[in-house]
């Protein structure tokens, strides 16, 4: 079976690898011209780790971990010191997007057709096949589409419908950036709070680097999502006059150039496929980065989804409701996390006040694993 999926994410990249181990030939396409890199740190948890244990990929995952989970919080010189809020408790292995991203295409990259620089325009199904039109490479036949490309995913744009139809703004924007550890922190993170404004900034992995994150709250906004100088000048007029590092922070932001700026946002869908067209990751069901998920589930789904075609034989009618039963609840539970963290992101007024809140908010959200890895085939590690 011939499957394309858009986008070279987590959930794409480790589609492709199960894909493949189970016999199908996968084809990815990714709108940007390489695989994207990402200035933020993401989490696995439980049944994820075990997944990156059974794609072989766990230690060399762990040798990239930022130990920013470790961290936690802590106080010094009578300051408050926290990671990103959405990740501070219960995160097993925090590591940069970038990093992951890297390990999950370099272990399919030699196997598998990349075609970078292109995107899905038109998708036609019929009985028997999908004819894709690319906005750039000549149309093609396949067996089976999967979109795999964001939250804001093109994809499920063509088949279900437009992004405002499914999607639940949590009232909270974040832009993220690297810059030199000019604050020499050490596993460790700083954190301000003013109402409705939070600032983290927190060592990056060999202690060279530093990664910072500026959230504030907004009902959703409206601007070119693909015009960074213009998401810069918004996080500007937000922060301008704010005390601590703040001032440092708007400079080192206007030169960074992995800046990225996103919506706090979850996806919400009653079903995940419409006849030959399914949808993975944050496509379908973003839990938002108050969430600290959908890493983990994008590992999960793409390993279940990939699991279930091919104990249904390649039958992508059995397959797609297989992959939905397992997943539905587990998707639940953590879009309901995301919407607590959401909650309860700005009520402080303090620092102190802020890390209090979301200590007491971590046994519920710890509590939001309940998926039942199944095995499907040997893993890819005893290949
Ligand atoms: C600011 C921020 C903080 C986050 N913090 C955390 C965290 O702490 N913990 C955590 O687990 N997760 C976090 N996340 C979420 C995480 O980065 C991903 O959302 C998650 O890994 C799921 O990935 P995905 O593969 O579904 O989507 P993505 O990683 O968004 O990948 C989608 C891919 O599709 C491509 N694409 C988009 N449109 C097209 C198109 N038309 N054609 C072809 N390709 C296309 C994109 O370029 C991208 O490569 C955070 C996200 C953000 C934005």
Redesign the pocket.
């Known amino acids: 079976m011939n499957i394309l999926f ?7 990249s480790a589609l492709a690898s199960w894909l493949l181990h189970h016999g199908f030939t996968p084809t990815l ?4 011209p390489r695989v ?1 890199g ?1 200035a ?4 696995f948890r439980g049944e994820a780790l075990d997944v990156l244990d059974r794609m072989g990929l766990l230690e060399q995952v762990r040798a990239l971990n930022t130990h920013m989970g470790d961290a936690a919080m802590g106080d010094r010189d009578g300051n408050q010191y926290a990671t ?1 809020p ?2 501070i408790v219960a995160s097993d292995l925090e590591i940069s ?1 970038g990093d992951l991203t890297w390990v999950l295409h370099e272990a399919t990259r030699h196997d598998v057709e990349y075609i970078f620089g292109d ?2 325009a038109i998708l036609e199904q019929d009985e028997s096949d999908v004819q894709v039109t690319f906005e750039r490479g000549e149309p093609r036949r396949f067996d089976l589409v999967v979109g ?7 994809t499920r744009e063509l088949v279900f419908g437009p992004e405002e139809r499914f999607v639940r703004h949590l009232g909270i924007y ?1 832009a ?1 950036f690297s810059l030199d550890n000019y604050l020499g922190l050490e596993n460790i993170g700083q954190l301000y709070g003013v109402p409705g404004k939070a600032v983290n900034i927190f060592s990056a992995r060999d202690g060279t680097r530093a990664r910072a994150a500026l959230h504030f709250a907004s009902e959703p906004l409206i601007y070119d999502r693909h015009d960074t100088e213009q998401h810069k000048r918004i996080v500007a007029g937000r922060f301008t006059g704010e005390g601590w590092q703040v001032p440092r922070l708007l400079e080192e932001m206007r030169k960074a150039n992995d800046f ?1 700026f ?1 919506a706090n946002a979850q996806i919400e869908m009653d079903r995940w496929s419409s006849g030959r067209v399914a949808l993975l ?3 379908g069901y ?1 839990s938002a ?1 108050t969430s ?5 589930q ?1 590992l999960i789904g793409a390993y279940i989804l990939a699991g279930e075609l091919a104990a249904a034989g390649g039958d992508h009618t059995a397959a797609f409701e297989g992959y939905e039963r397992h997943m539905r609840g587990y998707v639940t539970e953590h879009q309901q996390a995301g919407r607590e963290g959401a909650k309860h992101f700005f009520m402080a007024t303090s620092a102190q006040k802020t890390l209090s809140m979301i200590a007491a908010n971590a046994p519920e959200v710890a509590h939001a694993q309940i998926v039942r890895l199944k095995d499907y085939a040997p893993n890819l590690s005893a290949r």
Not at 6 to 12: E, L, Q, R
Not at 29 to 32: G, L, S
Not at 40 to 43: L, P, R, S, T, W
Not at 292 to 296: L, N, V
């Open positions: 858009s986008g070279v994410g987590v959930a794409g396409v990714e709108r940007a994207r990402g933020y740190g993401v989490d990103f959405a990740v997007k995107s899905i795999a490309d964001g939250l804001h995913s093109r974040t993220i990225c996103e990751g944050d496509a973003c980065p600290g998920r959908d890493t983990s994008a």
